[in-house]
Structure formats: structure tokens, C-alpha cells
């Protein structure tokens, strides 16, 4: 496994190149590049055999579908070896009738969980490691969720924000709080009152719903 450059731990933020790398996973070997052109959920967890991975990789399984339809892939990381995914992957499928359908990639040397900042550069482990990053078909990092390591997080949120990123880079708007698909979106706050419609009831200049 390797990540370009071998880079060393970093603290990556939105709107910055995501780091590239190239590993071994359950579906071959896997590298950044191949997802250019597609979105990307990239995604860490702490350790294969536990009970809250597993729930939320039961729970990615089912929305693979719901993903592909907007674009995005799903790739999931831990440090555990090849085969102790290939064994948890097979223990799902038998024990919850659920085939896990998207790569999940070794990183024993954390090489890739490094470059990522997903851990302390000193650190020996990835017991506190449950990160999440949108990346764009450019290869741009563009949101950034992290979780503890006893709280799962919500597929159908992430499955959200995928959407909301891409409605509003295609709208030129922006998303309000709990923006879901087919619902109004917001106009960028005008810059000067040349920019400005007369706001409708319950509107103000500074919100104001986008119009058909």
C-alpha cells in the first residue's frame, strides 16, 4: 500500500486536493484516480468485527444503490489486513443476508489513514478513527465528517449531504437545514440592492427561498 509522496500526517480541510494513494482491498487493488470523474464517499472505521461497523456497513450495503444513482461510490478503509475483511465481508453476508458490494481497503501501516489525518502521527492504533470525506469527480475534498468511536454515524445524512453538494454546485444556491431533494433551495445573499427581489412573506433580504 502507499500514498503519494508518502505524506507525512496532515490536517486536510475542505476544498483541498484529496491525498492520492493506491491499496489492496476486497474487490483488487484500488486507487484514487480511478474515481475521477465520479463522486466518492471515502470512508474509515475503527476495527472489522464490531458491533457498530457492522451496523453501519449493513446499512451502506443497502444504500449502494441509492448512491450510484447520484454518482457516488462508496470505499471504505480500516487498518485490519485483507483477510480479516475478506472473513467479515463473508460473516455479514451469512450472518445478516446482506452482500457488502463496494471496496474496503487495508491500511495495516496507516499509511493512507495518516495522509488523511485520521490519526496522530505517534499514534499506534485507529481506535478513535471514524472519518468521512466527500470527495468531487475533480478530486476536491468537499466536506468532512468525523465521528467518535462508540456513535455510528447516519448513512441516510450522508446520502443527504452527497445531494445537497451536488444540487447546489448545479443550482448556483445554497442548502438550508435539513434540505432533502426536490425541496426549495436558497439564493446566495445578494451582494447590492441591485440584486435584490422584493421578499415574499416570510422572507427576508437576507433568506430567500429560490424561485421556479
Known amino acids: 500500500m502507499s500514498a503519494d509522496n508518502e505524506?507525512?500526517?496532515?490536517?486536510?480541510?475542505i476544498n483541498e486536493v484529496a491525498p492520492g494513494f493506491a491499496a489492496r482491498?476486497?474487490?483488487?487493488?484500488?486507487?484514487?484516480?480511478?474515481?475521477r470523474g465520479r463522486w466518492l464517499l471515502f470512508f474509515s472505521h475503527p476495527a472489522d468485527f464490531t458491533s457498530v461497523c457492522t451496523s453501519e456497513f449493513i446499512a451502506f450495503a443497502r444504500a449502494h444503490e441509492s448512491f450510484s444513482k447520484i454518482n457516488c461510490d462508496l470505499l471504505g478503509l480500516s487498518v485490519d489486513s485483507l483477510y480479516s475483511h475478506v472473513a467479515w465481508l463473508r460473516d455479514i453476508e451469512r450472518s445478516f443476508a446482506v452482500k457488502v458490494p463496494f471496496p474496503l481497503i487495508e491500511d495495516?501501516?496507516?499509511v493512507v489513514a495518516r495522509a488523511y489525518g485520521m490519526l496522530d502521527g505517534s499514534s499506534e492504533n485507529s481506535g478513535t478513527v471514524r472519518a468521512t470525506y466527500v470527495i468531487d469527480p475533480k478530486g476536491?475534498?468537499?466536506?468532512i465528517v468525523w465521528y467518535p468511536?462508540?456513535?455510528?454515524?447516519?448513512?441516510?445524512e450522508l446520502l443527504r449531504l452527497v445531494e445537497a453538494l451536488q444540487a447546489t454546485e448545479k443550482e448556483g444556491a445554497l442548502a438550508p437545514e435539513g434540505?432533502?431533494?426536490g425541496t426549495a433551495l436558497l439564493e446566495p445573499v445578494a451582494a447590492n440592492m441591485d440584486e435584490l427581489d422584493e421578499p415574499?412573506?416570510?422572507e427576508a433580504w437576507?433568506?430567500?427561498e429560490r424561485r421556479e
Do not use: F, Q
Open 179 to 181: 434540505w432533502m431533494r
Open 108 to 110: 495495516a501501516g496507516m
Open 140 to 143: 476536491v475534498i468537499r466536506a
Open 149 to 156: 468511536m462508540n456513535v455510528g454515524r447516519s448513512v441516510g
Open 7 to 13: 505524506l507525512s500526517p496532515a490536517v486536510l480541510r
Open 25 to 35: 482491498s476486497t474487490l483488487g487493488e484500488v486507487s484514487l484516480s480511478r474515481y
Open 206 to 208: 437576507y433568506y430567500r
Open 200 to 202: 415574499r412573506e416570510g
